[in-house]
């Protein structure tokens, strides 16, 4: 198991945010988190990377407990994240942005061989490499965000609201790029609002409302679920 999350509670002050959260993530898969905006989704996943720390529960990769951990740390462990929002570094150049992915020890002897290989998937950002991040268009911006990540060489990516703000098309090309990811040897788990294009290419999933999990299964099987057609398809 690469990772597991048991009985995790996280408050922000007064407000519980997330109940008794568990979910695993097995090596090789692509596993979602489904829910509608305010679910919980972020909370869950910024908590994984250690930006949030839990109130309750724990939160394994491996054997290693992350509870506690900064978030540099679980970078270190073998955790990467595409963070809702992009997060780039505007004035930069594409290609500065990229390298500052690469911080890691491990991953700064590969950097131009996983420079290359991010180029190889995302070849606008080739072309677009001595541009600021800045200027970019959103999808572009979104792929050098997943570049970015890619760049420390980890084999676990947590990524967090890939769609916001993309039109369809983009959000295809995005998740195709995902499943020639994950064909490569990276592990994803997947915060996302868009249900339908993220249970296309999940192995499985989990239901977040309301901060607690209220469903689980293979991701093929859950599009079938009459909850999900009518709560997040539009299907009643």
Partial sequence: MMLRVEHVDVRYGDLQVLWDVDLEVRQGEIVALVGSNGAGKSTL?????GLVKPS???IHYGDALLNDKPPHTIAASGISMVPEGRRLFPKMTVLQNLEMGAFLRKARPQKETTLDWVYEIFPILR???HQPAGLLSGGEQQMLAIGRALMGRNDFLLLDELSLGLSPLLVKQIFDVLVTINKAGITLFIVEQN?????KIANRAYILETGRIVGEGVARELMESEHVKAAYLGMA
């Fill in 195 to 199: 249900v339908p294009m993220t249970l």
């Fill in 56 to 58: 309750g529960g724990t």
């Fill in 127 to 129: 072309k677009r490499s």
């Fill in 45 to 49: 996943i910024r908590t994984i990377a």
